[in-house]
């Protein structure tokens, strides 16, 4: 079973461009999670999908911020414009409704560069 | 709000050396911790939980962590590491949040094992 991916692995972007990242949850699982990295600092939760409903997006840093789940499968989380400050790796996480708390599942990451 | 706080951001040791990578979190009523790891270009990888039961958790690679309620404490420790243990190591907290969990993590401690 393929587990959780992410897309771009990489992304080099201008300040001011626009930069859309993808991530496939492992099939059936109704969770999704982003979390960011930015250099240095901790991993930090940004938002929570249960199938195609924001559960909590406590964690998304601004309005510059967009994050979607059309359909309940892949998501996208969409930066427009891009700042400088939005650099790091992007996760995503993904689990069964009403599974336990080590059953969380994640990607790769997206490294994110704004130039 | 809750935290977990990774007191060395990095730690610099000799092979076969013993380590410990410490870790304490803010107090809850339910506790359940993590140690995951990232080893270079790579995304991240459960290493081992503690969700109940006996304070002492072992991974299969010769890690274990001590659960220590009152000293909010969670602890990593290896007897004689190798240098394919050098990596980034991050100390999380799952909270239950909406039929899934959401993760804190902590800042991480990049361990270098040194021949």
């Known amino acids: 079973e393929a587990g959780v991916t992410q897309f771009p692995s990489h992304s080099v972007i201008e300040k001011g461009q626009t930069v859309t990242l993808r991530c496939d949850p492992i099939s059936g699982h109704d969770n999704l999670y982003w979390y960011r990295r930015v250099m240095g600092k901790e991993i930090k939760f940004l938002l929570h999908f249960v199938k195609e409903s924001k559960q909590d997006e406590s964690g998304m840093p601004n309005n510059r911020f967009l994050a979607e789940r059309t359909g309940g499968t892949y998501s996208t989380l969409k930066v427009q414009p891009a700042e400088l400050e939005d650099s790091g790796v992007y996760f995503c996480?993904?689990?069964?409704w009403g599974s336990g708390p080590s059953e969380q599942y994640f990607g790769p990451g997206t490294r994110l560069t704004v130039t | 709000a809750q935290s977990v706080t990774q007191l060395d951001s990095q730690v610099p040791v000799f092979e076969e050396a013993p380590v410990e990578l410490r870790c304490n979190y803010s107090s809850s009523v339910s506790v359940y911790l993590f140690w995951y790891v990232q080893y270079p270009n790579q995304g991240l990888q459960l290493l081992l939980k503690y969700l109940s039961g006996s304070t002492l958790v072992e991974s299969i690679n010769g890690f274990e962590a001590e659960f220590n309620k009152s000293q909010t404490s969670f602890h990593l420790r290896k007897p004689s590491v190798h240098i394919s243990d050098t990596a980034e190591y991050f100390c999380?907290?799952?909270?239950?949040?909406?039929?899934?969990?959401?993760?804190?993590f902590g800042a991480g401690t990049r361990l270098f094992v040194k021949a």
């Open positions: 999380a907290e799952s909270l239950p949040v909406g039929g899934g969990f959401k993760t804190i």
């Open positions: 996480a993904s689990s069964q």
